[in-house]
């Protein structure tokens, strides 16, 4: 049976450092991997898989089981140990977000962690390595941009998602490069003098939270791990994630599609909901 341990936004605040530290160890094992040579292999989904996504993910595991033992996890590359529903607090995991990137020799790929308390999103990090950079926060306590290298991990500077765009001012959309689509295209044009923003995995949520993006809609299906850590650090800078008609996510509870959600928008500023 399924330990129920909850983790409110107070506790969360002293697994904050070391599970940065996981984080970026974690993108370091990603860096010390040669993409010139290295193995891609396809999952059952059709999705590539490589020996990056592979060794960040051990890290992650062996670093979680030292930091909190007690909390179940589920990872992209490991739910077939998952046991849903998830009562509680457990951890979200997707040791390599945006593997087409990496694959591809660029630098917009990410780790992404976050702590999910029943069903929802509560702390958050989304590190790009390759860009030495992460943006963090615990919904309730305010969000954060870390810079880092491979033997310091900096200072923390606040940050926080933007008002509206005013009237006559362009909305910045944060887009995929991979991944676009018809309907996410439409609500962007309805957009007053959209700009398009194109940026690479989660990276797009951390624009969000640091302000230099409005919005971020995905209107087709991905995956719970490559949502739950931005959702709570936009959530945590101000901001919003929402499903595709406004509504409440919810996370680790799997119904019939599995982990999947169909599709959510990412919001900097929740009043854009309500005229939505």
């Known amino acids: 049976m399924q330990v129920k341990r909850i983790i409110d936004g107070a506790a969360a605040i002293g697994l904050m450092e070391p599970l940065t530290a996981l984080v970026v160890k974690a993108g370091e094992a990603i860096l010390a991997v040669n993409r010139a040579v290295m193995r891609v292999d396809g999952k059952q989904d059709g999705s590539p898989v490589t020996e990056a996504d592979l060794a960040a993910d051990r890290i992650i595991a062996d670093g979680l089981a ?12 490991r739910t077939q140990l998952a046991a849903p529903p998830f009562h509680g607090s457990f951890f979200l995991i997707d040791p390599l977000d945006g593997t087409k990137e990496f694959v591809a020799g660029r630098d917009e790929f990410t780790v992404n ?14 590190s790009a390595p390759a860009l030495g950079l992460l943006w963090r926060g615990i919904v309730g306590r305010g969000a954060e941009r870390v810079r880092f290298d491979a033997t310091t991990i900096g200072a923390a500077e606040p940050i926080r998602a933007r008002k509206l765009p005013a009237q006559g001012e362009p909305w910045i959309a944060a887009v995929s490069r991979s991944h676009g689509d018809p309907r996410s295209e439409a609500f962007i044009d309805n957009r007053p003098h959209a700009v398009r923003k194109t940026v690479g995995s989660a990276v797009k949520f951390g624009r969000i939270a640091e302000g230099s993006a409005d919005i971020y809609p995905r209107f087709g299906p991905t995956c719970e791990w490559d949502v ?9 800078a101000g901001g919003k994630v929402t499903d595709g008609k ?4 919810l996370f680790g509870q799997r119904g019939d599609t599995g982990f999947i959600i169909p599709e959510f928008i990412a919001w900097g500023d929740p009043q854009a909901v309500k005229g939505y």
């Not at 030292?66 to 590359?77: F, H, I, K, N, W």
Request: charged letters at 15%.
């Open 66 to 77: 030292q930091v909190a033992s007690d909390v179940p996890t589920l990872s992209e590359e």
């Open 228 to 236: 739950g850590a931005g959702c709570a650090v936009v959530t945590a």
């Open 113 to 126: 962690l976050a702590l999910v308390t029943e069903g929802v999103p509560l702390l958050g990090i989304v």
């Open 246 to 249: 406004g509504g409440e996510l």
